[in-house]
């Protein structure tokens, strides 16, 4: 079955930097479009980035970018997110989601398959 794990969260100061990863297998991972999701306390899951299947094509939500990056291994099996000059209103549980379709698509219900989350604690 299709796995997705997490990986790379933690505790960091405002203005710091994380890396989270995320393994898959299960899936032809080199052809699925690959996305970073992400929840915080109290609101609704919310659209981070998006990666197409061959790293070239990337979107981003507007409070990230420039200072997020995504990124995918497909020798790996793996998805990145570089992450910096964090702020407190970037905590969160940050999923990462895959759909196996090739198109780039920024809604939760796009994507068919999640990992189950790694906690993100920006403290200011």
């Known amino acids: 079955q299709v796995q997705l794990v997490e990986s790379g969260g933690g505790l960091v100061q405002a203005g710091g930097s994380l890396r989270l990863s995320c393994a898959a297998s299960g899936l032809t991972f080199s052809r699925s479009t690959m996305g970073w999701f992400r929840q915080a306390p109290g609101k609704e899951r919310e659209f981070v980035a998006v990666?197409?299947?061959?790293?070239?094509?990337?979107r981003y939500v507007d409070s990230v970018r420039g200072r997020f990056t995504i990124s995918r291994d497909n020798a790996k099996n793996t998805l990145y997110l570089q992450m910096n000059s964090l702020k407190s209103e970037d905590t969160a549980v940050y999923y990462c989601?895959?759909?196996?379709?090739?198109?780039?698509?920024?809604?939760?219900?796009?994507?068919?398959?999640w990992g189950q989350g790694t906690q993100v604690t920006v403290s200011s």
């Open positions: 989601a895959a759909d196996p379709a090739p198109i780039l698509r920024v809604g939760l219900s796009d994507y068919r398959y």
């Open positions: 990666i197409d299947w061959s790293g070239g094509i990337t």
